[in-house]
């Protein structure tokens, strides 16, 4: 918690982590979680930026905001979280969070990663 309040982006983000899952004694506390993730997003960590993102578009620990979580699980794909990219791939696969299906631009993202999830949807997507 020092290392975070002090300015460490990853102790940011291991805090947004631990409050989300309740580990190291921690209390599962979404709101905290949200706020560790914005903290870090701020000081630009690719991982804090997609984190912020997913909890903007999933309305986690506060109001769902759409057009803001997209911008920033964007700046986290293009910074190569692979977090990010599997939720920009997976909205453009499933036409979420306003956005159209599209088949092209979801390839794209959801190549990058090597997630699980990501290579379901993938085959859904006839790869």
């Known amino acids: 918690r020092a290392k975070a309040e002090g300015g460490d982006e990853d102790a940011m983000y291991r805090l947004g982590v631990w409050y989300a899952q309740g580990q190291y004694g921690l209390a599962i506390d979404e709101a905290q979680a949200r706020a560790w993730y914005e903290r870090c997003a701020a000081a630009r960590n690719p991982k804090g930026i997609a984190c912020f993102g997913q909890c903007l578009l999933l309305g986690i620990g506060g109001p769902q905001h759409n057009a803001l979580g997209l911008v920033n699980v964007t700046e986290a794909a293009h910074l190569g979280s692979d977090v990010g990219q599997l939720l920009l791939g997976k909205a453009f696969a499933k036409g979420l969070y306003g956005l159209s299906k599209d088949p092209v631009r979801a390839r794209f ?12 949807l993938l085959q859904e997507l006839g790869h």
């Not at 993202?109 to 379901?120: G, H, I, P, V």
């Open 109 to 120: 993202w959801l190549e990058k990663t090597d997630w699980e999830e990501a290579k379901e």
